[in-house]
């Protein structure tokens, strides 16, 4: 499958960013659901795949303060409770995606 890329990007309220993609589907994400799906080695176990992030540890009102594309294949976030090392993939992202047609099963 090809990748799909985000077509612009922009955060609608103070509580979540929104992604639109090429292929016209459309991801609106919490900003703490973000930040705690981080996939960098801080908050990810690279061995075992533990998340080592606590949702106790993130700022109820954390919100990315700026993003930008790395390469072609990923986005980077920096968040307001100064964490920037997060690199989300393309492909993390649309798995993220918390819509009822990406997760037909959860509805
Ligand atoms: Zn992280
Ligand atoms: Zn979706």
């Known amino acids: 499958m090809a990748q799909v890329s985000p077509q612009s990007i922009d955060a609608p309220d103070s509580q979540s960013v929104r992604i639109l993609w090429r292929d016209g589907h459309e991801s609106l994400y919490l900003n703490r659901f973000l930040r705690l799906?981080?996939?960098c080695a801080a908050?990810?176990?690279e061995?075992?795949?533990e998340?080592?992030?606590r949702e106790a540890d993130i700022?109820?009102?954390v919100r990315p303060l700026s993003w930008h594309l790395v390469g072609n294949y990923?986005?980077?976030i920096g968040f307001s409770d100064g964490h920037d090392t997060g690199i989300y993939s393309f492909e993390l992202l649309r798995k993220l995606c918390p819509c009822?047609?990406?997760h037909p099963s959860a509805h």
Do not use: K, Q
């Open 74 to 76: 990923a986005l980077s």
């Open 51 to 53: 998340r080592t992030v």
């Open 47 to 49: 061995w075992t795949g």
């Open 100 to 102: 009822p047609a990406c």
């Open 43 to 45: 908050c990810v176990n």
């Open 59 to 61: 700022p109820a009102d």
């Open 37 to 39: 799906a981080c996939p």
